[in-house]
């Protein structure tokens, strides 16, 4: 089984990655985020805007020891879909934006997101960002969904899809 969490709590989130693979050096886990969740993370000490997210050397996130300032194990700074496409964590924190959440009983884009004049759909161009952030972890996955009152209709959709909510790391899987 895949086991899906989903949380309310980013701190328990991180407390529990760093609990399930104490003394693992070889584990890796960290934080993942849409590019365009920027300002609304940024609220939840999660910056993943285009200036700290160029900064991320990709190498040594992916592959420093937990004790490295550089390593995702840090659980400080985010990478976002363009700079995990194609790599996986044994353990990602997928930190859920406002730019695609539940409304109104459907998907959508957050209300004035701003889009180049090459995206034709950005729908599709959001969902498929996601799809590539949820597909990041080789054991499971915990997805933090920000405290917000507008938020609370997509964590209710993620429970629903059939993510575990309650405490983070209980021992309940997901088939």
């Not at 070889?26 to 300002?39: E, F, H, I, N, P």
């Not at 539940?102 to 799809?131: C, F, I, K």
């Not at 959709?157 to 309650?166: C, D, I, P, S, T």
Request: proline share 6%; aromatic share 10%.
């Amino acid at each position: 089984a895949f086991p899906i969490y989903v949380t309310r709590d980013l701190e328990r989130a991180r407390q529990y990655a760093r609990d399930r693979f104490q003394g693992e050096v070889q584990r890796r886990y960290g934080l993942v985020a849409s590019s365009k969740a920027d300002r609304h993370l940024l609220r939840h000490g999660i910056d993943c805007g285009f200036q700290a997210t160029k900064k991320v050397k990709i190498g040594p996130w992916f592959n420093d020891p937990p004790d490295s300032s550089l390593s995702c194990c840090r659980l400080d700074v985010p990478i976002t879909e363009f700079q995990a496409q194609g790599l996986e964590l044994d353990l990602p924190i997928v930190c859920w934006g406002d730019d695609f959440r539940q409304e109104g009983g459907r998907w959508s884009l957050r209300a004035g997101m701003r889009t180049g004049p090459l995206v034709h759909d950005p729908y599709r161009l959001r969902s498929n960002a996601y799809r590539v952030l949820l597909t990041r972890g080789r054991e499971g996955l915990v997805i933090f969904v920000p405290p917000d009152a507008h938020m609370d209709a997509t964590y209710a959709a993620l429970l629903e899809a059939g993510a575990v909510a309650g405490e983070v790391g209980e021992q309940v899987r997901v088939a």
